[in-house]
């Protein structure tokens, strides 16, 4: 089992930035990549951004390719999603992600049914 915790979210304004942290707890050592998800209301939960723990490689969605960036410590078990120039179409609840599955392909990680653990997720909300 692998337990995940997220901090770090808020309110910001509109061109500002948050960190947001899981740390993962349990059998880490089982775990391949992690990443974040996010749902707004009404809307279904959406890749945001990957990392696979070993090597590093990373995947991001589209819509924050170049404000976003995932990054991680392996001591500390923790992955890390720095948000830059938010925009209010951000807001939502931000979820972190672990799979203990390795993948040949990248795009897999993009897909939540890749990850079988779950943090309980974390409020962003950007004001314009």
């Known amino acids: 089992q692998v337990q995940l915790v997220e901090s770090g979210g808020g309110l910001v304004q509109a061109g500002g930035s948050l960190r947001l942290s899981c740390a993962a707890s349990?059998?880490?050592?089982?775990?391949?990549?992690m990443g974040w998800f996010r749902q707004a209301p009404g809307k279904e939960r959406e890749f945001v951004a990957a990392?696979?723990?070993?090597?590093?490689?990373?995947y991001y969605a589209d819509s924050v390719k170049g404000r976003f960036t995932i990054s991680r410590d392996n001591a500390k078990n923790t992955v890390y999603l720095q948000m830059n120039s938010l925009k209010p179409e951000d807001a939502a609840v931000y979820y972190c992600a672990a799979t203990v599955t390795t993948y040949y392909s990248g795009s897999s990680y993009t897909y939540s049914g890749a990850y079988a653990y779950w943090g309980q997720g974390t409020q962003v909300t950007v004001s314009s």
């Open positions: 990392i696979r723990w070993s090597g590093g490689n990373t």
């Open positions: 349990g059998r880490t050592v089982s775990i391949y990549g």
